[in-house]
């Protein structure tokens, strides 16, 4: 069974830094690419960042690329969503994803997600 459990997530004014953290099951985690990805309210689902299984290879949307760094640390199962100079239009409901490939295949593990609130 996948359980992935996002954290991290707080209140935050314009341009502060926010770490938010997923943990997943240790056994399987070093063989999915892992992915971040936010929902506004009223928006769809749009993605953030992934990274490759074990190779650091990452993928970022335009809107985040030089703030945001997604890392993962295979020893401790978690992922990593380091967000600098946040704004406004950050605020969105945060969840972390997994799946085999880095750059295709379903998103089929998710988690319940993280708030984050960007105040201007």
């Known amino acids: 069974q996948v359980q992935l459990v996002e954290s991290g997530g707080g209140f935050v004014q314009t341009g502060d830094s926010l770490r938010l953290s997923c943990a997943a099951p240790?056994?399987?985690?070093?063989?999915?690419?892992m992915g971040w990805f936010r929902q506004a309210p009223g928006k769809e689902r749009d993605f953030v960042a992934a990274?490759?299984?074990?190779?650091?290879?990452?993928r970022y949307a335009d809107s985040v690329k030089g703030r945001f760094t997604i890392s993962r640390d295979n020893a401790e199962n978690t992922l990593y969503l380091q967000m600098n100079s946040l704004k406004p239009e950050d605020t969105a409901v945060y969840y972390c994803?997994?799946?085999?490939?880095?750059?295709?295949?379903?998103?089929?593990?998710w988690g319940q997600g993280t708030q984050v609130t960007v105040s201007s």
């Open positions: 990274i490759s299984q074990n190779f650091g290879l990452t």
């Open positions: 994803a997994a799946r085999p490939s880095l750059d295709y295949g379903s998103w089929g593990y």
């Open positions: 240790g056994r399987t985690f070093s063989f999915y690419a």
